[in-house]
């Protein structure tokens, strides 16, 4: 078994950088299972897929210079990760992702599939189509859950598929992977995810960052039931991913707009509060009728 390398890329790292840093070991052999999947990256999301994958019969294998990764996933280096692999998951942040592209690239194969994971999608896709071109297939996704929510049982999985124009034909196998960990399947292009992506998950993050600096959420023991909805709101963003709430906003080229058009509507609403009186016609429309 090849020795572990003195120094390893630091583009493929994951986003727990708090944790500390320990040497990674090489392990045996991984029995073949359905497949083997090297895994980039053993942040909070990395872990909680690798659990996932493993649990519906995948071998997995980890890199990460930084994370502390259990001895019998982690890999000695990228090439013993991807020595068998079928699938190549890209789970590192997306600051560090065109990097470690650039340096797995002379280890990849017609044999791999590539993978990201993270929650914008144009940007990746243009770095895969640059980087890997027609000779490596690669899909984007983003799955729609996280620790917390796994933690809660919460289901059913979510994920969504962007495909490469390059690669047509991927969506159909990187579905079957996403089913075999229990995970309902939405296909869209990169552009309509990170747009919609913008107008919900950005701004829940954007409104539970507000919340949690007025201080607001701390003390429910009066909270109304009408509460309850951004209570749960605000313990899903703090417990998945609290810490990715500035890549969240700056990344996504539609969020800006997002915010923008949330904080005129809230400015108007405030005006119309202001000078209106008729409860009718400030009242919240119901689901189908129109807004003010």
């Not at 909805?229 to 890549?247: E, I, Q, T, W």
């Amino acid at each position: 078994m090849a020795r572990p390398p003195r120094h390893r890329p630091a583009a493929v790292a994951c986003a727990a950088h708090a944790l500390p840093c320990r040497r990674q070991r090489a392990v045996g052999a991984t029995r073949m299972t359905r497949s083997t999947v090297a895994l980039f990256g053993y942040g909070r999301f990395g872990q909680a897929f690798a659990t996932l994958l493993r649990q519906a019969g995948h071998a997995v294998r980890v890199v990460d210079p930084v994370a502390s990764v259990p001895a019998e996933l982690a890999a000695a280096s990228p090439e013993q990760a991807l020595a068998a692999a079928h699938w190549v998951v890209l789970a590192m942040p997306l600051r560090r992702m065109r990097a470690a592209l650039l340096e797995l690239r002379p280890l990849l194969h017609a044999q791999h599939r590539v993978i990201d994971v993270g929650s914008v999608k144009l940007q990746p896709q243009a770095w895969m189509d640059e980087l890997l071109g027609p000779a490596i297939a690669h899909i984007g996704s983003h799955p729609l859950f996280g620790p917390l929510s796994l933690a809660r049982g919460e289901r059913p999985l979510r994920v969504v598929l962007c495909a490469s124009a390059q690669h047509p034909q991927l969506p159909a196998a990187a579905r079957a992977l996403f089913e075999e960990i229990g995970c309902e399947v939405i296909e869209r292009d990169a552009a309509a995810h990170d747009e919609a992506m913008a107008q919900t998950h950005a701004l829940a993050f954007y409104i539970a960052k507000a919340l949690v600096e007025m201080g607001i959420g701390d003390d429910l023991s009066m909270a109304p039931p009408s509460f309850l909805g951004l209570s749960n709101m605000l313990a899903a963003v703090r417990g998945d991913a609290g810490h990715l709430f500035a890549a969240i906003q700056q990344e996504n080229p539609y969020a800006a707009a997002a915010r923008e058009r949330f904080i005129a509507t809230l400015g108007t609403i405030h005006e119309r509060l202001q000078r209106e009186s008729d409860a009718g016609a400030l009242a919240i429309p119901s689901p189908g009728q129109a807004g003010a």
